[in-house]
């Protein structure tokens, strides 16, 4: 079991947030996936993931999406992946 906290940060603040759980072992093949359903839920476009970003995930426990990382247009300064599980 896993959870992912995300967080949408505008001006330094969290403006929106989702705490997405899966009772699968975390797989890093299946991030875009994981990363769509957060997307979805937190209605925003899903940006592109790059080796860097799933990198960052594994080691760090977070990843961070910038607006230059989304096709479209965002009106946010960051999409936060934070590693919340026990």
Known sequence: MFKIWAKVIDDHKIRRDYLYHSADKFNES?????????????????????????????????????PSDFVEKVNFDTLQLENASE
């Open 30 to 66: 299946e991030f875009l996936y994981y990363l769509s359903d957060i997307c979805h839920e937190l209605d925003i476009p899903t940006p592109v993931v790059l080796q860097s970003h799933i990198r960052n995930y594994n080691l760090f426990n977070i990843a961070k999406f910038k």
